[in-house]
């Protein structure tokens, strides 16, 4: 089935150190969207990727979308407090409109 | 603009109870869908509506029925609640033709006993 993995579920970084999450899919994708929900919120559209290497950076996030359009990457850089949250990718594949989602990578921060 | 509205925010169902959650957009969006999310499971998708008058199982359909009312709205019925249906859920909507962002509805967090 089209099924979109993401790792890793936790990670725990020092306060100005890196962070990345990543995601598979079997199947090529159409597109690949990135969602934060903050703790006890709501998921929020970050980003939204559709050409095969594709690279987009918004301020200290890095999205990437790889050549076979089946892996997805965001990495964060020197990370902050406000960077809190769970991260979600969201793969949508081609010949329909669901939005199959991963099963997210919680981010914690020590200050 | 309220976007995306859901109702109730939170729930408690005894076991065998029934309930329906709404879900209304005031976005003008095509497709609408509703989504639970359990302790790293993920966002699973219950049901799905690309556009007034139609509906499509997700990956998680049993035990729930929906309904497009019309563009606007999107209900989830629950006919005889399980524990297991104990979960958050969550509506969202996206306009079709664009492809673009899904807006997500605040949640709604149901515990059955």
Redesign the interface.
């Known amino acids: 089935g089209q099924q979109v993995m993401?790792i890793p579920?936790y990670q725990h970084v020092q306060e100005g150190e890196d962070f990345t999450t990543y995601c598979n899919s079997s199947t090529t994708l159409?597109?690949i969207?990135w969602?934060k929900q903050r703790p006890g919120g709501?998921?929020?559209?970050l980003i939204?990727l559709v050409k095969s290497g594709e690279v987009k950076k918004q301020k200290r996030l890095t999205f990437q979308f790889g050549e076979a359009k089946k892996n997805s990457s965001l990495h964060i850089t020197a990370t902050q407090t406000t960077d809190v949250g769970t991260y979600?990718c969201?793969g949508?594949y081609f010949g329909n409109?669901?939005?199959?989602?991963?099963?997210?990578t919680r981010l914690t921060i020590i200050p | 603009n309220a976007g995306v509205t859901q109702t109730p925010k939170f729930q408690v169902l005894k076991t065998g109870q029934s309930m329906t959650l709404q879900c209304a957009q005031d976005m003008n969006h095509n497709?609408m869908?509703w989504?639970r999310q359990d302790p790293?499971?993920?966002?699973?998708?219950i049901y799905?509506s690309?556009s007034e008058g139609t509906t499509?199982k997700?990956?998680v359909p049993n035990g729930y029925n929906v309904s497009r009312l019309n563009k606007r709205e999107f209900s989830l019925r629950l006919e005889s609640a399980a524990p297991s249906q104990t979960s958050v859920y969550?509506c969202?909507s996206?306009r079709?033709d664009r492809?673009?962002?899904?807006?997500?509805?605040?949640?709604t967090r149901l515990t059955v006993v």
């Open positions: 993401q579920q159409s597109n969207q969602y709501h998921p929020v559209f939204q979600f969201a949508r409109e669901k939005l199959t989602f991963g099963t997210g | 497709s869908y989504y790293g499971m993920g966002l699973r998708l799905y690309a499509d997700g990956e969550f969202a996206r079709l492809g673009t962002e899904a807006f997500f509805g605040q949640g």
